[in-house]
């Protein structure tokens, strides 16, 4: 059966019932059901009746059924049609500018997120190293029955870097820097490899170095006081500063920033 009988055999079966209750224009909710359906194929044997005599004589009842069933033959060849469209349609140039802006912020947002992550982890990482060195350098004083010493940013280490040396007292004189210039004097020592840091390395300790004496006495030397070392970086590690006393090694967090007026001083780092 050709389009043009099926669309007067479902015209013909709605007539009859819809005569009898209202008036309206079935040539036009006919087409409005069947808009867009041109090129779509469609098994139009569905549409035959299997009883003749039923089209012939219908009551009320029976016109009910019949439109009931055009309802559902419709609602068939219009999903035929609309799938058809959906899958011809593919996606729209706004929807993928929205699933690119979505990922465009998700990125960006993760990106800030990292990069926070990874400058607190590296700030962390020096202050845990520098203090790792540190008290090995006081049990090596012990144990090897020498003096050991430290001292900070020499030579000169590039801008925005730190860098801190470890000497062992070979001549066993007990003096470490006989100038007081806060520099490890070169005779007599044993320097141990330099250690560079991504952070400028501050510390109060007024131009002098850290001597381990043989009995695990710890001090900057001439200031028996002890002193602190500080990262002072944009980041809020857990950790970032170190404060020494004679019998203790302790890091801990900085409570103020330099740029919030916070100084390298042990009443600012809290020990953890």
């Given at each position: 059966?050709?389009?043009?009988?099926?669309?007067?055999?479902?015209?013909?079966?709605?007539?009859?019932?819809?005569?009898?209750?209202?008036?309206?224009?079935?040539?036009?909710?006919?087409?409005?059901?069947?808009?867009?359906?041109?090129?779509?194929?469609?098994?139009?044997?569905?549409?035959?009746?299997?009883?003749?005599?039923?089209?012939n004589s219908r009551s009320d009842g029976a016109a009910g059924m019949t439109v009931?069933?055009?309802?559902?033959?419709?609602?068939?060849?219009?999903?035929?049609?609309?799938?058809?469209?959906?899958?011809?349609?593919?996606?729209?140039?706004?929807?993928?500018?929205?699933?690119?802006?979505?990922?465009?912020?998700?990125?960006?947002?993760?990106?800030?997120?990292?990069?926070?992550?990874?400058?607190?982890?590296?700030?962390?990482?020096?202050?845990?190293?520098?203090?790792?060195?540190?008290?090995?350098?006081?049990?090596?004083?012990?144990?090897?029955?020498?003096?050991?010493?430290?001292?900070?940013?020499?030579?000169?280490?590039?801008?925005?870097?730190?860098?801190?040396?470890?000497?062992?007292?070979?001549?066993?004189?007990?003096?470490?820097?006989?100038?007081?210039?806060?520099?490890?004097?070169?005779?007599?020592?044993?320097?141990?490899?330099?250690?560079?840091?991504?952070?400028?390395?501050?510390?109060?300790?007024?131009?002098?170095?850290?001597?381990?004496?043989?009995?695990?006495?710890?001090?900057?030397?001439g200031q028996a006081a002890g002193g602190t070392i500080c990262f002072f970086t944009?980041?809020?590690?857990?950790y970032d500063c170190i404060v020494i006393s004679q019998t203790r090694i302790n890091?801990?967090?900085?409570?103020?920033?330099?740029?919030?007026?916070?100084?390298?001083?042990?009443?600012?780092?809290?020990?953890?």
């Amino acid at each position: 059966m050709h389009k043009e009988d099926l669309f007067r055999r479902e015209k013909q079966l709605t007539t009859e019932h819809t005569a009898k209750n209202h008036s309206t224009n079935i040539e036009e909710f006919v087409k409005s059901r069947h808009s867009g359906l041109s090129g779509i194929g469609c098994n139009c044997n569905s549409l035959e009746k299997k009883d003749s005599g039923q089209a012939n004589s219908r009551s009320d009842g029976a016109a009910g059924m019949t439109v009931s069933r055009y309802y559902r033959i419709s609602y068939k060849l219009v999903n035929i049609g609309l799938d058809e469209k959906i899958n011809n349609r593919g996606v729209t140039l706004v929807e993928l500018s929205v699933v690119i802006s979505v990922i465009a912020t998700l990125a960006i947002a993760l990106g800030f997120s990292y990069a926070d992550w990874m400058g607190r982890y590296k700030v962390e990482k020096a202050t845990k190293e520098l203090y790792v060195d540190l008290m090995n350098a006081r049990g090596m004083a012990m144990t090897r029955s020498c003096d050991y010493f430290v001292d900070f940013n020499f030579p000169m280490p590039p801008e925005g870097c730190g860098t801190y040396r470890i000497a062992e007292d070979t001549d066993d004189d007990g003096e470490g820097d006989d100038d007081s210039d806060g520099i490890i004097d070169a005779a007599g020592q044993t320097f141990f490899p330099q250690r560079t840091v991504e952070y400028a390395i501050e510390n109060n300790f007024a131009d002098k170095i850290i001597n381990f004496k043989k009995r695990g006495i710890v001090q900057p030397k001439g200031q028996a006081a002890g002193g602190t070392i500080c990262f002072f970086t944009e980041h809020d590690p857990d950790y970032d500063c170190i404060v020494i006393s004679q019998t203790r090694i302790n890091m801990g967090k900085l409570r103020k920033k330099k740029s919030n007026g916070g100084e390298c001083k042990a009443g600012n780092c809290v020990i953890k």
